[in-house]
């Protein structure tokens, strides 16, 4: 909780300017897709902006699920699904680099700790 001295300290207001409906299109194989719909307070669709499309899809490693998200730069349903590859491919190798680079660190760290010089009391 950064930047919050407490629980107490956390503002819990809704921001009634931006919400959203959500809906969800899967192709029960590989690809979901979240079309967030725009929405004034009174649930009515907010015609005057425009839906936001996340792709969302995942990949079984042996470690487990290993969950990829991409945000689309779609304004309707068929440009998502048109875009949703290439974009889980761009998630994916940025999700890989960091990964590399998590383990880059940890094995500079560890070579730091070992390259220490321990003396007797």
């Given at each position: 909780m950064d930047g919050v001295n407490s629980p107490?300290?956390?503002?819990?207001?809704?921001?009634?300017n931006n919400?959203?409906?959500e809906e969800s299109i899967t192709d029960l194989k590989v690809a979901s897709i979240r079309?967030?719909?725009p929405i004034k307070p009174d649930g009515s669709e907010d015609t005057g902006r425009s839906p936001v499309f996340i792709g969302n899809s995942?990949?079984?490693?042996?470690?487990?699920?290993?969950?990829?998200?991409?945000?689309?730069?779609?304004?309707?349903l068929a440009e998502a699904m048109k875009e949703f590859?290439?974009?889980?491919?761009?998630?994916?190798?940025?999700?890989?680099?960091?990964f590399k680079q998590m383990q880059q660190n940890q094995q500079q760290d560890q070579q730091e700790s070992d390259s220490r010089i321990i003396t007797p009391r």
């Open positions: 107490n300290d956390i503002d819990f207001t809704i921001d009634q919400l959203y409906r079309k967030m719909v995942q990949l079984m490693t042996p470690e487990g699920p290993l969950p990829i998200q991409a945000k689309l730069s779609a304004t309707t590859p290439q974009a889980m491919q761009k998630s994916l190798q940025e999700t890989i680099e960091h």
